[in-house]
């Protein structure tokens, strides 16, 4: 049954997580869309969670965020791995009942702490409407994971459902990038919207232009695109690069040369965990640095370099010449 399920899940298209992104919007409208009559158009049964699967550090939860933002509704996020069965569902509790005019004790549950919060982001903010958002779903122990699958099953947890107007969206690692996640059954995967993302570097750069990622790191990624996303095994463990370790290290970066740090290989390192391609960003940078100041871009850009600067980039390697044209362009 597993090797059936992984051979549906290969042959699932791959999104993009921009493409994730819209599909996601997309079913938003459709679960808060209503007749005249105020009732809603695909009945709360009938709303299926949707379930991101997808390498790690793609930037799954920061689409949410943008999502929420721009349909305007609430969102609740949670590292699932963080929690225990008590947290995410609620502790039990004696309470004394009648039934068939006798009172006896039962056992109920306290409200989940997921739900709480939930709860109190709709007091706080006044949104009727959010999106709950479940990281590392498939990751989590073993007390837990009954727990999660009803969770996606039934929208509940413990006896605390998820709130009307609440739209549940998860996400998950694929085996291959974490040795805890476990599988989903038929009947989980039946109740769900199963969304496959695969890591993307032209739609990632569109993100990194916008938020300025650090230029020496954008120029090398135009000239090794296939280093964006990397995760390769060898006797010496895993090495691993991924768009959060992207990120992170531009904004330290940044932070280093205006303080007039030091930058060494070590701390490239420290966000890119695979020795090469760190070892290949840090000669990157050096070359980077000194193209940037030897060619004086002001220079070039108002005409006002010399010719024998200009009759060098024309003679130049290409990765030089490449270099110098990034510079301008940023």
Known sequence: FREYIKSAQDKREHMNIQEAKETIEKALRAYFARDEAGNLLVPLRQQRPILLIGPPGIGKTAIMEQIAEECGVGLVAYTMTHHTRQSAMGLPEICKRAIEGKTVHTTEYTM??????????????????????IDEINCVSETLAPTMLQFLQCKTFGNQAVPKGWVIVAAGNPPEYNKSVRDFDMVTLDRVRYISIEADYQVWKEYARDVHIHDALLSYLELHPNNFYRVETDVDGMNFVTARGWEDLSSLLKVYEAGELAVTEDVIGEFIHHPDIAEDVYAYREIYRKYKEDYGRRDLLFRKGKKSVYKHVFESEFDERTTVVTLLIN
């Open 112 to 133: 989940s702490e997921i739900i709480a919060r939930v709860s109190e982001k709709m007091e706080s903010t006044g949104l009727k409407e959010g999106i709950l958002f």
